[in-house]
């Protein structure tokens, strides 16, 4: 069973957008990882956050975490169509750290 | 330094018989986890191997196995195969338990 929630599943914007990607959970975790996965090949690790993070950026990228939530979001500034691709959260729980559990993902689509 | 290496990349076999999916993970990466993903119920966890020892099992039936050899290389199996396990098969690595999952392209398993 999934983890949580992604919201919204679907995302279409124009390039240069900015695209905001929220993921939601139930249980208390370690960390939380973001991927991306293009047209069902593997998956790419974008960043992960620790549970005593609040923030963290990388190049285009920036990731909230909030635990009191239990939500995070991807932030994605400036979009490019290479960034068209399916967007997953995926937690590593305490008692279980060896795991990931993931959401069902959002599908972004850049329109040139 | 190579990523993680999954083989074959495709595979179509039929109802009944067996199948063999293997991993090689990032060099030092002594942790490897095998996800299933399909698109009615996602990314589902099936296991996790360190140092040669299953540490972790999903919620999966009997049919699904893996074992770890001395190198860290994983393999999956999958006995008796349904048309239900038509998935696309990931393999992922990690340094420790609660460092960054690097993922492989995955096998795309097709059950006929």
């Known amino acids: 069973s999934q983890q949580g929630e992604e919201d919204p599943q679907a995302l279409s914007i124009q390039e240069g957008e900015n695209a905001t990607m929220n993921c939601s959970y139930k249980?208390?975790?370690?960390?939380l990882q973001w991927y991306r996965q293009n047209s069902g090949r593997g998956l790419v690790h974008l960043i992960l956050?620790?549970?005593?993070?609040r923030e963290k950026h990388s190049g285009r990228l920036r990731v909230t975490l909030d635990t009191s939530k239990k939500s995070s979001s991807l932030l994605i500034t400036a979009s490019r169509a290479a960034d068209t691709a399916s967007y997953f959260c995926?937690?590593?729980?305490?008692?279980?750290?060896?795991?990931?559990?993931f959401g069902q993902g959002t599908r972004l689509t850049i329109n040139p | 330094k190579a990523g993680v290496t999954q083989t074959p990349r495709y595979l179509i076999k039929t109802r009944g018989q067996q199948v063999t999916l293997s991993c090689s993970p990032i060099?030092?990466?002594?942790?490897v986890s095998w996800y299933q993903q399909t698109p009615g119920q996602g990314l589902q966890f099936l296991f996790e191997?360190?140092?040669?020892?299953?540490?972790n099992k999903g919620n999966f039936p009997g049919r699904f196995s893996g074992r770890q050899f001395s190198n860290s290389r994983s393999e999956m199996n999958v006995s008796t195969l349904e048309l239900g396990d038509s998935a696309l098969y990931l393999c992922?690595?990690?340094?420790?338990?609660?460092?960054?999952?690097?993922f492989g392209q995955g096998t795309r398993l097709t059950v006929v």
């Open positions: 992922a690595s990690k340094m420790a338990p609660s460092t960054e999952a690097f």
């Open positions: 249980t208390s975790i370690n960390n």
């Open positions: 956050i620790r549970s005593n993070e």
């Open positions: 995926a937690t590593g729980e305490i008692q279980g750290a060896q795991k990931l559990v």
């Open positions: 060099s030092g990466h002594r942790s």
């Open positions: 191997y360190f140092s040669e020892t299953q540490r």
